[in-house]
């Protein structure tokens, strides 16, 4: 059976730009442009050339967090939301987000992203590597169980998928004066959290319910 793994689609910004004077240019996005699959998803990440254009403007920018806050159309992969706002779940997609940040390399990326979505507890539908290039975002899949709060749900799937990838996954190695240590993002752990897409011709994507 085909994934429809279904979440919201945001065009950027997903926060307020504002000029040297400290006006408001552009108001950040908060209504979803339209709801999409996760295999759809996975075709824009490969395929859509303005996606590949944009992020190479990321990664070329002196701020990459500027840059992708301000550049790049973004999803909710834990499910559709009529705003921006966990209190506005519409339906969970029965999907988690983990992300593992500050990688040594792009080629340290490549490696994870294949370890993750080859992992059997995990079993990720997608892995991708991150705007910054530095990075691994996994969509993981989880069961709902019957009557459950879905909120709940889901903030406790995701803190165990974090949880497990940290331990399996980690580093116990303290990284250098003023550097950040690689890891798992436990920053978001919130419903609505958003995930930025960018281009990855290598991104993995599971077809079928395996």
Do not use: W
């Amino acid at each position: 059976m085909t994934n429809d793994f279904r979440m919201s689609y945001f065009m950027p910004p997903i926060a307020p730009i504002k000029d040297e004077h400290g006006q408001l240019v552009t108001p950040p996005t908060l209504i979803p442009c339209c709801e999409v699959s996760v295999e759809q998803v996975f075709q824009m990440i490969t395929c859509n050339e303005n996606l590949k254009v944009l992020t190479e403007q990321v990664r070329n920018s002196e701020d990459i967090r500027t840059a992708k806050a301000s550049l790049l159309p973004y999803v909710t992969p834990c499910g559709t939301f009529s705003r921006r706002s966990s209190k506005c779940l519409i339906d969970p997609s029965l999907l988690t987000v983990v992300d593992i940040d500050y990688l040594t390399s792009y080629q340290e990326a490549v490696e994870m992203r294949k370890t993750l979505f080859n992992d059997l507890l995990l079993h990720p539908v997608l892995t991708f590597i991150s705007p910054s290039g530095r990075g691994v975002k996994a969509f993981i899949p989880y069961n709902h169980l019957p009557m459950a709060d879905d909120a709940n749900c889901i903030t406790e799937k995701m803190k165990l998928a974090m949880l497990y990838t940290v331990m399996i996954y980690g580093t116990e190695t303290p990284p250098p004066f003023g550097e950040k240590k690689k890891g798992v993002d436990f920053s978001g752990k919130d419903i609505v959290r958003s995930c930025f897409l960018c281009h990855d011709p290598g991104a993995l994507f599971r077809a079928t319910n395996e």
